[in-house]
């Protein structure tokens, strides 16, 4: 009987349940990571990545760092400095030239080469004391050559396809003046250096197509005045004030 009452207890004690703290913990439910959406990519890196590629907001795109040649056409219509003599010997202070040049662009900067040829024809004239001038009737003409190399600063693009850019550069200018009935030493042929300063912007029309305006005031100081009416109206500089229109073909 003994036996048998201490076999039924050690089986009652199997049975009865365990203090809490000696029971094992349930295991921890299974959670979605924080850090990863269901394919398996990070979602704060995705939205960094997306967030380099867009450009922030307000801020206007970035001009293209690759090196790009393009070639162009121009007209310009400038109000000579030395406006006594040409209004004297022209009928006008003002001249048209047409030209052309090639630029090249690689992000920001720019170098531009360009050519351009005025002409016009007038008369001689004989300045008299009082600053008045008088027409000779002895046909005259007036050719002028600017050669004109620039460096410059683009900006970030404005109204989405504007940009305006600014230079600096030297100019060569080439002044001839000839006459039918002048003697040879009469007729001139000289070319002399100075400087020039532009601003303006272009607008793309097309992938290679654009359309730039610019404001260019030029400096050729002594290329006149030593005879003749620029002499009369004391007048040396043969530069100007340029408004330019430019049809620009590549990208």
């Given at each position: 009987m003994r036996l048998l009452a201490m076999v039924t207890l050690a089986c009652l004690g199997a049975l009865s349940p365990l203090p809490a703290a000696a029971q094992p913990a349930p295991p921890a439910p299974l959670m979605p990571s924080l850090a990863r959406s269901?394919?398996?990519?990070?979602?704060?890196?995705?939205?960094?990545?997306?967030?380099?590629r867009r450009p922030a907001a307000g801020r206007p795109p970035a001009l293209s760092n690759r090196l790009e040649i393009r070639a162009f056409g121009s007209?310009?219509?400038?109000?000579?400095?030395?406006?006594?003599?040409?209004t004297a010997v022209l009928g006008k202070?003002?001249?048209?030239?047409?030209?052309?040049?090639?630029?090249l662009t690689q992000g920001p900067g720019y170098v531009e080469i360009s050519a351009r040829r005025f002409s016009q024809s007038g008369e001689r004239v004989f300045v008299a004391a009082d600053g008045e001038a008088f027409?000779?009737?002895?046909?005259?003409?007036?050719?002028?050559?600017?050669?004109?190399?620039?460096?410059?600063?683009?900006?970030?693009?404005?109204?989405?396809?504007?940009?305006?850019?600014?230079g600096l550069g030297y100019t060569r200018m080439k002044y001839e003046e000839t006459s039918d009935f002048a003697e040879a030493d009469e007729n001139v042929s000289n070319s002399f250096n100075g400087f020039h300063v532009v601003g303006g912007a272009e607008v793309r029309v097309a992938p290679w197509v654009g359309l730039?305006?610019?404001?260019?005031?030029?400096s050729v100081a002594n290329a006149l005045g030593e005879g003749g009416a620029s002499k009369a109206f004391d007048e040396n500089n043969l530069g100007g004030t340029s408004i330019r229109l430019k049809l620009v073909l590549g990208r």
């Open positions: 269901s394919s398996g990519t990070s979602a704060p890196a995705a939205l960094t990545a997306e967030e380099q007209t310009s219509t400038t109000w000579f400095t030395a406006s006594s003599t040409f202070s003002t001249g048209q030239d047409f030209g052309g040049g090639l630029n027409r000779l009737g002895i046909p005259v003409r007036i050719m002028i050559t600017p050669l004109d190399v620039t460096a410059g600063w683009r900006f970030r693009p404005r109204f989405g396809r504007l940009i305006p850019h600014v730039a305006g610019e404001v260019v005031w030029t």
